[in-house]
Structure formats: C-alpha cells, structure tokens
C-alpha cells in the first residue's frame, strides 16, 4: 500500500480541519483532493520513481506537496530551506534530481540545474484547475518502493541520504500509535519542521487518526508559543530537549500558565536530563510526559517509556516500541549482561533500506539485519535501557572512560544553569582533558557560579571527570530543527 492511501484510509471524507491554525487552515478534504491532483498532475507531467526535491517551511503548501510526490510514485526529498547552497547542489547532483517544489520564499536558492521546477503558485493553479486531466492510479503497489530520503549530517560533514520505504513510515507509524492511543479529538503543537523524522511523524500520525495540527512558525518567540497551545487547545505537544530547557529555565509564564486541554508531551531528538525532566512533572503532574528515543535510520521511533514509569525509571529511554526489537551488545556481539555497558541495536520493519548510494555507508551501520546504532546504554534487570553517551562522544582522560552526560547531568543540577555540554579537548598529560561549556540564567553572576559549579563536581564525581576549562555562552546554539548544536572535540 502506498503511505498516501494508509495515511488516508480512514480520514480522506473528514468534515474537518487538519491545519487548525494560526496563520492558515487546511480541511481534510482540502488536502487529500489537492494532493491527490497535484499527484496526478506529477504522475503525467515527469512519470514515477524519479527524486524530488521539496523546499518549504511547515506550510499546508508542504503537506500538499509532501503527501502528492508521496502519492505520484516519485520520491521526496524535503530539505531545510536554510540548507548552504552547496550542500543543497550536493543533494541535487547526487540523487540526480530532475524536480524541485518550493515555497515563494525560497525561490532564489534554486538549482538552475533542476529540469521541472514548480513553485507555490504553480501548484495553486494546478490543483485549482478544473479541466485538469487526472490519471487512474493501480490498485496494487510495492510497499519496499522508496517514498523519501531524508538528508542529516555526516561525520565528514558531507550530507548522508536515510533512504526510506512506504513500508518503513506504514511500520513505524502503526507502532507510535500504539503507545499514543490518538485520537480525532487529539491536536498537536507543532514546532518541530517536517523536514525531520521526529516533526513527519507528528504529520504521519495525526492524519492517520483524523486529529490536526497547529503550525507554530517559531519557537523562539515563547509568548506566541505558549498562546497557541491554550488558545487552539492543543492535547499535544513534542519538543526536543532545548525547547524544554528553554520553557522551563527561560520562561516564568510558561510555568505559570495552565493549559487545560494539555493531555500529553514527547521528547526526542536526544537525552533531556534528569532535573529539567523532574521540574516538569512536578509543575504540570496532570501532563503525561513520554520519553522517547530514535534515529532518522528507523524512520524516527525506536523506543519509549511510559509516563507511569517516569518516576521509577528517570533517566531511561524506556524499552523498544511495538513491532522492534532492542538489544545491548558488546563488542563481540552478544548481548552484555544487566549493567554492562554496550551498543544499542534495533531490528524491524522501520529501520531504513539504507544510505543512498552508500554501500560501504550502510554495511557500517546494518549488519546481519540489525542497525547499530552507535549509542552506548546500559539495560537493567527489568530490561529497561538507560543510554550513556554517543560512541563517538567518550572522552577518554588519562585512559579512563568518561561519559559527558554524566557530567552534564550534575552541573545542571546547580540552580541557574540553563544548558551545559562537555566536549574532550587535548591535553599533552592526560590525552583528553574535559571542557564545559555553560549557559546561565544571569550572565552577570559567572565568577560566583564557576565557584558553586566546582564545588558541585568536587561533590560528585571523580577527579578526572571534573571540567578543567569552563566557559560561558550566552545562548543554547541550536540548529533549525531545534536540536543543540554542539561544539566538536578539539583532538
């Protein structure tokens, strides 16, 4: 089955809005006709199984391209409209793109290179034109097709291509939904951009079910923020840890606000700690609070923990979602034993086909059926996974192991500490010496706040975990997706 036909299976006739607000709205209906004819119009105008390139902000002009170049049997590639330009021309020349859609706005960022190049009002005037010829769409469809690559950061800094199936968004949808228990009355805050898995699960999900969204255009504004989820009623809101940080440390309102209709949040898109985790659930105890973990290599979801076991299980990534399977292993492969650190592995019908024309890429990481997912964790006897650290991000101080979220976790635990990361530097004694970067409330008070924070490492930890550089930023640095940008190890 075709994503399209899934997503819609259920929702296409819905006398409702799918796009609430605040700049615009987008019926259900709206979107699947339009869709469904600028699908058409595709299907006659380049034919199938050809890369498009889509370019646009979170937009019902987005959700309409996205679900056509889905439906039309080409394939997506949604990229940041903030995206360098050579990085864009790299993504266009390697995946020998022959179309790009694009809002307005971005125009002036388009590859001459591009055969069909369709902007808004183009496809306006497509879906709006009634004397447009459609065309009948098989009934039969090859769910291992490719329906979307989605581009994230290499290690070389070149651009990597996840490539995704339709049965890899059908699995991995089916399976949040699972935990979520969504529903049509459902309505989500959405400031996560689509052009990341975490954001087009939240587009996958609530359409499947018949619920809507409410486009927030930018987070940085908190007051707009937190306007729209009391003033649409939002059940739902999904962050990655610096919107929560941010809420929380940089935004008396938010903690004073009472948002009635608010059912449920999720994070992903990295390890939120334990304080920031705790001050939420102890000021808003009736919100359900769902950890979650992913990778753009499983189409988002990977594993979640469910708010009842929050308090037990704090600081845990919880265990793996229906239909995957998790597992630790060592090095040689086996599975390590309770407490022991390991990798995190995942098998199942969500994890992607692999990187696009990256063999030795995709072997690296998927073997023997399993993605190793880079990320050190450890599982308890109950068999939840509490993850450590990324591999590559181990620091190794005069040959000892450390773990920067382990240290992060106990600066940030000193009051006024909005955002901390540890990163290794060189050190001509040691090997690797620890460095702390820190974001404060009060950018006056650093002299006293180094004291309290030495003092707090003193308290609990090691010697060698202790940071021997500290400095202070002003700002958490974080990309457009909303994820902290960190600074590389200096080696």
Same mark, same amino acid.
Request: glycine share 6%; aromatic share 10%; charged share 25%.
């Given at each position: ?10 929702? &296409? ?23 469904? +004819? ?32 889905? +439906? ?22 390697? $995946? ?39 065309? #009948? ?6 769910? #291992? ?6 581009? $994230? ?6 651009? +990597? ?9 059908? &699995?991995?949808?089916?399976?949040? /939904? ?15 951009? *689509? ?9 996958? $999900?609530?359409?499947?079910?018949? &619920? ?13 923020? !937190? ?16 919107? *929560?940080?941010? /809420?929380? +440390? ?8 009472? *948002? ?38 499983? $189409? ?10 929050? @308090? ?55 073997? #023997? ?9 450890? !599982? ?10 990324? @591999?590559?991000?181990? !620091? ?19 009051? %006024? ?10 050190? %001509? ?12 409330? #009060? ?7 180094? @004291? ?10 090691? !010697? ?28």
């Amino acid at each position: 089955m075709n994503v399209f036909d899934y997503l819609f299976s259920e929702s &296409a006739s819905l006398d409702k809005n799918f796009v609430v607000a605040p700049r615009e709205s987008l019926s259900y209906k709206q979107v699947y006709y339009s869709s469904l +004819k600028f699908a058409n119009y595709l299907r006659n105008k380049i034919g199938e199984d050809h890369n498009i390139i889509l370019i646009s902000e979170n937009s019902s002009f987005f959700i309409t391209a996205y679900l056509a170049i889905i +439906k039309s049997g080409n394939i997506c590639i949604p990229i940041d409209p903030a995206i360098e330009q050579d990085n864009l021309e790299y993504i266009v020349t390697s $995946t020998n793109s022959i179309c790009v859609v694009y809002s307005n706005r971005f125009n002036k960022i388009i590859s001459n290179s591009i055969s069909y190049q369709i902007g808004e009002s183009e496809l306006k005037g497509i879906v709006e034109n009634r004397s447009f010829t459609t065309v #009948n769409f098989s009934g039969e469809f090859d769910q #291992n097709k490719i329906a979307e690559i989605l581009f $994230t950061s290499g290690s070389t800094g070149t651009p +990597k291509g996840v490539v995704i199936s339709h049965k890899n968004i059908i &699995a991995n949808t089916e399976s949040i /939904l699972s935990y979520l228990k969504l529903g049509t009355d459902d309505i989500m805050g959405v400031v996560l951009p *689509f052009y990341y898995c975490y954001g087009l699960s939240l587009l996958h $999900t609530h359409l499947k079910v018949g &619920a809507s969204l409410v486009l927030i255009k930018s987070f940085m504004f908190l007051p707009t923020v !937190i306007d729209n989820l009391k003033e649409y009623n939002c059940t739902g809101f999904a962050g990655v840890p610096s919107h *929560f940080q941010i /809420l929380l +440390k940089k935004s008396k309102t938010f903690k004073e606000t009472k *948002f009635s209709h608010l059912r449920y949040v999720t994070q992903a898109g990295g390890k939120l700690h334990n304080n920031f985790i705790e001050e939420f659930i102890i000021t808003f105890p009736d919100v359900k609070f769902y950890v979650m973990y992913g990778q753009t290599e499983a $189409t988002a979801r990977l594993s979640y923990l469910p708010p009842d076991k929050l @308090k037990e299980k704090i600081g845990s990534i919880g265990k793996s979602i229906p239909n995957v399977h998790l597992k630790v292993i060592d090095e040689n492969g086996l599975d390590v034993k309770v407490g022991e650190l390991g990798e995190i592995v995942a098998k199942g019908d969500n994890i992607m086909q692999g990187y696009y024309n990256d063999l030795e890429g995709t072997e690296s990481v998927i073997k #023997n059926g399993w993605l190793h997912t880079g990320d050190l964790g450890r !599982i308890d006897k109950e068999g939840y996974i509490f993850l450590e650290s990324r @591999k590559k991000e181990i !620091i190794k101080v005069g040959g000892k192991r450390v773990s920067p979220k382990e240290i992060e976790e106990v600066i940030l635990s000193v009051p %006024d500490v909005v955002d901390c990361t540890i990163i290794g530097i060189c050190d %001509d004694l040691l090997g690797e010496a620890v460095k702390a970067s820190i974001v404060l409330k #009060n950018i006056s008070e650093e002299i006293q706040m180094k @004291k309290l924070i030495l003092k707090k490492c003193h308290e609990k930890l090691q !010697i060698h975990k202790i940071p021997q550089v500290i400095i202070f930023e002003k700002l958490i640095k974080v990309s457009s997706t909303g994820k902290k940008i960190k600074p590389h190890s200096v080696m």
